[in-house]
């Protein structure tokens, strides 16, 4: 956790993905800005996009459980698990 200029930056450090780490900020339960660490570029800035200005709620909902291949998570499914962690808090 950090300061930025708008509030708090969380950072979550993923596990069982090409991504290593995600950091992200949430006001009053919205997402304002996500930025994944390694990963796929293209694919992660759109996640980030669309998510970005969303409840954590409903991102949730949206890609919990996603999955990567023959892997059990994905980068967007890990956001979620951050973001709940977040929620449990």
């Known amino acids: 956790m950090r300061e930025g200029m708008l509030g708090i930056m969380f950072t979550y450090t993923t ?3 090409c991504s290593k ?3 992200f900020m949430v006001e009053d339960g919205v997402v304002k800005k996500i930025s994944f660490q390694s990963g796929c570029p293209g694919n ?3 996640v980030s996009r669309l998510a ?3 409840k ?4 949730i909902i949206k890609l919990k459980g996603i999955k990567c291949g023959d892997k059990e998570t994905s980068c967007p499914d ?3 698990r951050a973001l709940e962690e977040l929620q449990n808090k």
């Open 56 to 59: 954590v709620e409903d991102i």
């Open 78 to 80: 890990q956001l979620a």
């Open 21 to 23: 780490k995600i950091e």
């Open 52 to 54: 970005e200005g969303m």
């Open 44 to 46: 992660l800035q759109g």
């Open 15 to 17: 596990s069982g993905v």
